[in-house]
């Protein structure tokens, strides 16, 4: 009875029926954060692992039925090397290196020329837990002062038993689509630490409920908009006959109202994160705070005018969980330029096989570059520190923002069409304007800063 259900509610949508699964299931998880409020809070830890053990793997069945036994298989492995192989380099490396080729090999064999939501989507997520939980186990064995601040927080002392590891990874508010958290912040839920009011469930549903309003919103926005701007419009003649302008506005409403798809998916996710206490994070300034497991600063995405800025307000907690975890581990190879190109590259690969996603990261470290020597051009110049200050600002915002725009929706047309032949026909149609203005932009940097920066200044820079 179900599955014509959802057939009948996902032609009335007009969405793929998988897509209405996975919506409904990160819903369900309000309705599951409500009953371990009200019934499981004070339960032994027991009880509340296997009730997010088995929330977990029922939410996986619903949507990709007997495929969930991938992410069962690598639950259980990466049990099995914490408990055989103890704090030892060869467990991080082992366990590494087993997810990341189960997941690669998975989106081998499953992949196809289009966006599917399959098993392989939640086991990326699933990856990034398994992964972390092998790095924070080794860390636990370290000496405390040999841990950064952040290590020292997610280090575990002792090894999880088998039922606390399978409620980690199952947990109904991030199984899915994420956020990224770590064991120990899923022991201080189960052990009700987790809470501004301390022996009691946490004071968070109207933070929650924020949260659900500002996701459904978004997923509201997607729903009615996106029909107007498909991935296939690229492919046909009549986007081919359009003038290069509308092409390129094409690029940006496209790519902005695309996003909307991965931020609404985070932030109702987030809801079910905080009404279940995982997302309280202590006190500032008096006030408590829910935010531990926010994925999108949606206000910081929607008005910064940077490249920078729109990293570091989506994805939040992959992307730490690739600082953490890749970035800051290669320290020791004294070069950031080269981290920064491996986190990247692991980034790209995480994501799947297909060239678009290299081109799309290629094409972000490109762009930052640029980002960051124009900002040290602007700082470094007293014509443009007084512009940028000046009543003109407002005028330079709106420029800088829909270049912002056109040019962050560039590299999403390789990330979305995948493969080769799509994406290049689109970035011929619109003449590689992206590549061409950004490698311009690079090329005459230096020539900028000898016309706008005092010479002093420059002397200064080349001593430091």
Known sequence: MAAPLLETVSESLGSPEPAVRLILSILIGYPCALLYRRLLFHQPATVIHLFHSFSGLALAAFNFGSQLYHSVVCVLVQFLMLRLMGRTVTAVLSSFTFQMIYLLAGYYYTATEEYDIKWTMPHCVLMLKLVGLSFDYYDGGKEPSQLSPEQKKAALLSVPSLLEVCGFSYFYGGFLVGPQFTLRSYQRLVAGELTDCPGKPPNSVVPAMKRFGLGFLCLLIYAIFSPYYPDSYYQTAEYEAQPFWYR??????????????????????EGVCILSGLGYNGVVDGKHQWDACANMKVW??????LFSGTIASFNINTNAWVARHVFKRLKFLGNKPLSHVTSLFF???WHGLHSGYFLCFSMEFFIITVERQAQALVRDSPLLTRLASSPLYPFIYVVQQFIHWLFMGYPLVAFCLFTYDKWLKVYSSVYFCGHVFFLVAYLSMPYLRKALVPKKERKDKKQE
């Open 300 to 305: 910081l995405f929607e008005t910064t005018p």
């Open 248 to 269: 390129c506005v094409f690029i940006l409403l496209w790519a902005k109202i695309g996003l909307y798809k991965y931020v609404s998916c985070w932030v109702i996710a």
């Open 347 to 349: 980034l790209t690969i």
